[in-house]
């Protein structure tokens, strides 16, 4: 099976900052990996596909970044509506995995 | 809109079973693979188990053993987990998410959920 590892497991941030969540596959996957952003009592939400590119009307300031076994999630300038917990997702092989989550709350 | 609606969830004795249903309107539920993926209260995501379009070929995560069986029913837009010989820890939040078309193993839409509760 295929683990999916993120870090940082929490982060504390301020409107406009810069935020980076790493996800890294124990073995590797090319560029089949998606990010989630879910909001407490709410669905999962699809942001990024195939690694890098954004699912419709997901914002720009939402970019998806690598290959192989490690990516990165970058959230240019966090907003309001940005603090969620994220989680990252492998789907080269069955069975699916998911990384264990990132909270971003506020600073 | 695509529209995934989950029910059938309940509170339950250990080893006891049940049906949950995902009822799908504005895609074309027989060209999807579907899938079931669970939460635990306060926990991350886990995948439970995926259906071909068709429904011809099923995937289940390892630590089911046997117990859960996903099916569907394309003339009625409707997916199905039976869930057999449940246990505490298969309490959770029950997602129906859609795969998407292109890779077929990513999820692009959610619905809201059915709670199971597994408890004596």
Redesign the interface.
Same mark, same amino acid.
């Given at each position: 099976d295929i683990q999916m590892s993120q870090s940082p497991s929490a982060l504390s941030a301020a409107v406009g900052d810069r935020v980076t969540i790493t996800c890294r596959a124990s073995q590797g996957i090319i560029n089949y990996l998606g990010w989630f952003q879910q909001k407490p009592g709410k669905p999962p939400k699809y942001l990024i596909y195939g690694a890098s590119s954004l699912q419709s009307g997901v914002p720009s300031r939402f970019k998806g970044s690598g290959s192989g076994t490690d990516f990165t999630l970058t959230i240019s300038s966090l907003q309001p509506e940005d603090f969620a917990t994220y989680y990252c997702q492998q789907y080269h092989s069955y069975p699916l995995t998911f990384g264990q989550g990132t909270k971003v709350d506020i600073k | 809109d695509v529209q995934l609606l989950e029910s059938g969830g309940t509170l339950l004795r250990p080893g006891g079973s049940l049906r949950l249903s995902c009822a799908a309107s504005g895609f074309t539920f027989s060209s999807h693979v579907m899938?079931w993926v669970r939460q635990a209260p306060g926990k991350? %995501?886990?995948?439970v188990s995926?259906i071909s379009d068709t429904g011809d070929n099923t995937?289940?995560?390892?630590s089911l053993k046997g117990r859960f069986t996903i099916s569907r029913d394309n003339s009625k837009n409707t997916l199905f987990l039976q869930m057999n010989s449940l246990r505490a820890e298969d309490t959770a939040l029950y997602?129906c998410a859609r795969n998407?078309w %292109?890779?077929e193993?990513?999820?692009?839409?959610?619905?809201?959920?059915t709670l199971v509760t597994v408890s004596s």
């Open positions: - | 899938s991350g %995501l886990e995948w995926s995937f289940y995560a390892d997602y998407s %292109l890779s193993k990513d999820f692009d839409y959610w619905g809201l959920g």
